[in-house]
Nanobody, 115 residues
């Protein structure tokens, strides 16, 4: 059974950077458009960015545009989210999933931006 595995989170100061990784055990994500989502404390999960299966098209929420970059490596079957110029409001648990959110959610990876 496919299981999503997110990694790369941590504690970082404002202005810092992190790179998140999303992989799938038990199957490949290669055929799907994949999105990154985040859930801040006390808030609903929201979409942050997504990338088409061919990497041709990407999307970013206005709140992260110009700071985050999504990419995928088909050889490693991994989708990345490079996060630069992090702000405290970027704090939350980050998840990946198909853009239609049809896969079981993974555990996510915690990102905390604080001084």
């Amino acid at each position: 059974q496919l299981q999503l595995v997110e990694s790369g989170g941590g504690l970082v100061q404002p202005g810092g950077s992190l790179r998140l990784s999303c992989a799938a055990s038990g199957a490949t994500l290669d055929y799907y458009a994949i999105g990154w989502f985040r859930q801040a404390p006390g808030k609903e999960r929201e979409g942050v960015s997504c990338i088409s299966s061919s990497s041709t098209n990407t999307y970013y929420a206005d709140s992260v545009k110009g700071r985050f970059t999504i990419s995928r490596d088909s050889t490693k079957k991994t989708v990345y989210l490079q996060m630069n110029s992090l702000k405290p409001e970027d704090t939350g648990v980050y998840y990946c999933n198909r853009v239609d959110q049809e896969l079981p959610w993974g555990q996510g990876t915690q990102v905390t931006v604080a001084s």
